[in-house]
């Protein structure tokens, strides 16, 4: 459909209002909202290149970002429409680790998980551990998810997942902990987070692989569990 | 205690150069190696430039040959028009000026050299707290910190709001400014003792009203460095690895034995 590749150009080129006519053009057209976001992820795939090749600043970064957030949005009542019947949404507690307040990428997830159908609580920015924990005894959530960019995050994650795992027992269940942002396979192993991901559609796959669902979107090529 | 070359970063400059200044007389300072700015935010690009580094570094060690490799002149313009060569010694150990930054020292591993570098998030607990003594650092997440290499080389404070109104318009360009600075209630200008404060004083404040953030100038200091580069290295803020040890965050985040 011409409008997928006229949303996927614009993104790359963050052309901001070109971008989400299009995307709401596809949508009129009846794309399905899981194939809008498939064309958005290959655009953002393109704009981490372009960063790395320092083509692009962080400023462009977030304004990829925000423009993907708007998609996410225009996509949101199709994607739970697309949900198959019965299905029942998780709910994620998510928030950036203690040491840390950047939350562009966790707020992206945001919007993706309850775009697929999860209720999302979102406890905010320089979280302590404690409050994770709290969040986890009253609220019993299917999956955490703790969001850091930068290293000063990783002790506020392993504190939260060691907190987690002292109450098990009155927890009876300790939520898988996802981590998200500047992560990888080496900082999961070093705070004793479950899984990892910094791509918020892939962080949607995985919460629901952690559901246990019958995936709505297919099975990504990155989802990294230990 | 041979050190064959000091790989440092073209964004702390100052730092580097007046710690190597007050740790070494000139005839006993290894040579510089520069990495360039710019890398400073791309963490996986710096980690691949300094491990391709170590690797030609290496080379010369196998072959008991002095090695001759690309370093960035620090300065402006274009990385490629600073290039100067540095000639390196076959043995000896290599110092780095960096923290773990982001993920910068990830994995970085010398086959023949051992590596030293701080046991440091990055530059910033560096300067702060005279390096960052984890669980003391009075470093404060709503602050945005920075020093003069800020000003002077690509970073998200050098990119100007003027910059993204051209680039993206008025809307957009604030739009950008509140995502990016969201949660952020201070820039914190330290002054490491490296540069002038009192002239780079007024850009700060001025982008600090521009952000919509407080001002505050930190004390700060390039103690750590200075260790570093004099070879004091018996301290646990400082990580030795042996020949074929991979750095890692390991030993970033806890303390050793």
């Known amino acids: 459909v011409e409008s997928l590749d006229v949303l996927r150009d614009s993104l790359v080129e963050l052309e901001e209002e070109r971008a989400l006519e299009a995307a709401r053009a596809a949508l009129a057209l009846g794309v399905r909202s899981k194939v809008l976001l498939e064309a958005c992820e290959k655009a953002m795939r393109v704009i981490g290149e372009r960063y790395e090749r320092q083509e692009y600043y962080l400023s462009g970064l977030i304004l990829a970002g925000e423009i993907f957030r708007q998609v996410l949005e225009l996509a949101r009542p199709g994607l739970r429409a697309e949900l198959p019947r019965g299905e029942a949404g998780g709910l994620v507690v998510l928030g950036t680790a203690q040491g840390d307040i950047h939350d562009i990428g966790k707020n992206i997830v945001a ?16 979280v302590p551990p404690a409050r994770f924990l709290r969040a986890a005894a009253e609220l019993h959530p299917d999956v955490i998810g ?81 | 205690v041979t050190v064959a070359a000091i790989l440092a970063c073209e964004m702390i400059e100052d730092e580097t150069l007046l710690a190597l200044e007050r740790a070494l007389p000139p005839e006993e300072r290894p040579p510089l190696v520069w990495i360039e700015a710019s890398l400073h935010e791309r963490p996986q690009k710096l980690q691949a430039a300094l491990q391709e580094l170590v690797e030609r570094l ?20 274009p990385p490629a028009d600073r290039l100067e060569k540095v000639q390196v010694a076959p043995a000896g150990d290599l110092v780095l000026g960096f923290g773990y930054c982001g993920g910068g020292l990830k994995e970085l591993v010398s086959q023949e050299r051992r590596l030293i570098f701080p046991r440091s998030d990055d530059c910033i607990s560096m300067f702060l707290d005279g390096g960052c003594d984890r669980g003391k650092a009075s470093r404060d997440s709503h602050s945005y910190y920075l020093t003069k290499g800020w000003f002077c080389h690509s970073s998200s404070i050098r990119e100007s709001f003027e910059d993204w109104v051209e680039r993206y318009g008025p809307e957009r360009a604030k739009h950008i400014r509140d995502l990016m600075f969201a949660n952020y209630e201070r820039l914190s200008l330290i002054d490491t003792g490296a540069y002038d404060v009192a002239e780079w004083r007024p850009r700060s404040e001025a982008r600090a009203v521009d952000l919509g953030l407080e001002h505050q100038i930190l004390p700060g200091s390039v103690e750590l460095l200075e260790r570093l580069f004099a070879g004091r290295w018996d301290t646990p803020d400082i990580v030795v690895l042996k020949p074929g040890e991979p750095a890692g965050i390991q030993y970033l985040l806890t303390a050793p034995e």
């Open chain 1, 111 to 126: 919007t993706a998980l309850e775009g697929f159908g999860f209720a999302v609580v979102d406890l905010g920015v320089d």
């Open chain 1, 146 to 226: 703790i969001s850091g960019l930068i290293t000063g995050s990783y002790q506020g994650m392993k504190a939260t997942v060691e907190l987690l795992k002292e109450h098990r027992s009155e927890l009876v269940v300790v939520p898988p902990v996802l981590l998200g942002g500047g992560v990888d396979q080496e900082v999961m192993m070093y705070t004793g987070a479950d899984t990892w991901t910094n791509d918020a559609i892939e962080g949607v796959r995985i919460c629901q692989r952690l559901m246990e669902r019958e995936t709505a979107l297919p099975s990504g090529d990155s989802g990294r569990t230990r």
């Open chain 2, 58 to 77: 290496d080379e010369g060690a196998r072959l008991g040959e002095p090695v001759v490799v690309q370093s960035v002149r620090p300065g402006e313009g």
